[in-house]
């Protein structure tokens, strides 16, 4: 896989150069004027994202093989699972056609399935029923939008943006909204953090959630996608994520959370036009989570499974490599200077200040900055500097094995990837013309919620006590299925103001003709040879 990251590297750097596009079309089934074809598209963003996947996925790899064992069942089983996953991911990648998408697409929702319930738990089952179920919402937009680009003749959409009608380009953005994991869709992340660690670094930070992002960049259309109101819903995704983290004490929670406000960001980003910047927001930010999930993981490893960050403390005098390691990932999320995550970042921030925006998007926008910022130093102080709380017979020191090697590559990269691919990009090319104090806004911004997050660890009594309830239920997002349910169940029932007529028309009506006619199979079945060489003799005379 690493291998492979170079070769397509390097590949996607010549295409982007020499201005290439490939093509390569294999033709399925072919009757009269009808083909089915199977399309691989090869662009330099298509090369480029995948590099990125199969880099992660190499290091994932060598961290999962001391974190999740070798040669026993169950960590062969975890290693096909994750090939599964990444083959599912590149054929969803080079794919412009709608049906082989649908392939890698159904195929990333599965194998995700198989790996949030990998532990065989109670609360493993749960959330990968959460996950799965939300995902096929989106797999259901995509099939209708599959179903309605059969009026246009051809499946392969990407010669036809500039004839689709709008309602098409919704219905994917709302199928991307399931996977991305935007407002009102947004329970299922931090319930997917049930999986192992590696899953969670490689699944849920660099490629389940971007495969949402990835397609709209791919269908992306100037009129339909300057849309403000779906732009708001980025924002409040934004917000109410990094409300969230603020208030969680689980470790896996808070970078999903975190993970959830930068694919706000990057949304956001499309919507507003800058589809180049949120691409490249995505290969940073990948590569620096990615980082912060393994290193999240070697502390929960060593701390004896333990993922409350109050039960935690003191860990830099244990593990200060992986401290190290952690805090630069850490640094890099908060948009720190001239580490990854700030070049993308700043750019999109201050491109859209240059945009004709209202000033309570503006605030917003830097409310978020800040909040990243506060609960990154939260999780730092918690977790690393507090007093030490965990069990006083483990014994923990740290020893340079194969997640130590993954994660030190992972950094030099969460280091140095922002502004190598900026230069190579050409994406500081662009002219940015604003005011002094502006331009310092971000930074102001950023060191202000280290401020904030210093406070807030220092608290004993919660900022806001009374929306506690609020912001640890994510807003109460879970509570909207329920209620939806509920509601729905007794509009059933109160059909007409009679329960039989619910019952009548509904799930149990249903079954009850469902049984009837399985028993009528089965008894057509059981017959003898003359009823169905007569069915036979039937047939064959209507169809003459």
């Not at 130093?377 to 007093?387: A, E, G, Q, T």
């Not at 502004?419 to 005011?435: E, K, S, Y």
């Amino acid at each position: 896989m690493l291998f492979l990251f170079f070769f397509f590297f390097f590949f996607s750097l010549l295409f982007l150069f020499k201005d290439y596009c490939l093509f390569l079309e294999w033709e399925i089934l072919s009757i009269n004027s009808f083909g089915i074809f199977y399309l691989l598209l090869l662009d330099w963003i298509s090369l480029m994202f995948i590099s990125v996947v199969l880099f992660i996925s190499s290091m994932v790899v060598l961290y999962s093989s001391d974190y999740m064992g070798v040669c026993s069942y169950s960590s062969n089983r975890f290693l096909f699972l994750v090939i599964l996953f990444i083959m599912s991911m590149v054929l969803m990648v080079i794919s412009p056609n709608l049906l082989s998408i649908l392939l890698g697409w159904d195929g990333l929702g599965m194998v995700s399935y198989c790996l949030v319930i990998y532990y065989n738990s109670a609360k493993s089952y749960l959330s990968g029923m959460i996950t799965c179920l939300t995902n096929r919402l989106g797999d259901i937009g995509l099939l209708i939008s599959i179903c309605w680009l059969m009026s246009y003749g051809s499946w392969h959409f990407i010669f036809y943006l500039d004839f689709y009608s709008d309602f098409i380009f919704y219905m994917m953005i709302i199928s991307c909204f399931t996977k991305s994991a935007q407002i009102p869709f947004s329970s299922w992340l931090p319930a997917a953090m049930a999986a192992p660690t590696p899953v969670s670094s490689l699944v849920h930070s660099s490629t389940l959630v971007t495969a949402g992002v990835y397609l709209l960049i791919r269908f992306f259309h100037q009129c339909n996608f300057n849309n403000m109101y779906l732009f708001f819903l980025c924002l409040m995704t934004m917000l109410m994520s990094s409300f969230c983290a603020n208030y969680e004490f689980d470790l896996k929670k808070i970078i999903a959370l975190s993970t959830l406000s930068q694919l706000g960001l990057m949304m956001s980003s499309l919507f507003l036009g800058l589809v180049n910047l949120s691409f490249y927001h995505l290969l940073s930010h990948a590569v620096f989570k990615s980082l912060l999930f393994l290193c999240a993981g070697i502390m929960i490893y060593y701390m004896n499974n333990n993922q409350d960050i109050r039960m935690m403390g003191l860990v830099s005098n244990f593990l200060p490599f992986t401290t190290s390691c952690f805090n630069i990932s850490s640094l890099a999320l908060c948009g720190f200077p001239f580490l990854s995550g700030f070049y993308s970042k700043d750019l999109i921030v201050e491109l859209m200040l240059m945009d004709f925006l209202n000033f309570f998007v503006f605030f917003l926008f830097y409310i978020c900055l800040g909040l990243t910022a506060c609960y990154s130093i939260r999780l730092f102080y918690y977790s690393v500097f507090y007093k030490n709380k965990h069990s006083s017979l483990c014994l923990v020191f740290e020893s340079f094995s194969f997640m130590n090697y993954s994660i030190f590559i992972l950094t030099f990269f969460s280091v140095f990837f922002g502004c190598l691919m900026m230069w190579l990009l050409g994406l500081d090319l662009t002219c940015i013309i604003i005011p002094m104090y502006l331009k310092l806004c971000s930074l102001l911004f950023v060191f202000l919620g280290f401020f904030l997050g210093l406070e807030l660890f220092w608290m004993k009594s919660f900022i806001l006590g009374i929306y506690y309830y609020l912001f640890s239920n994510m807003w109460f997002m879970y509570s909207f299925s329920g209620f939806m349910y509920k509601y729905f169940y007794i509009f059933s029932l109160n059909f007409y103001n009679t329960n039989n007529w619910g019952e009548f028309y509904g799930a149990v009506g249903l079954s009850y003709y469902l049984l009837g006619f399985s028993n009528f199979l089965q008894g057509y079945m059981l017959g003898n040879m003359k009823i169905f060489l007569l069915s036979f003799m039937i047939w064959f005379t209507i169809f003459v």
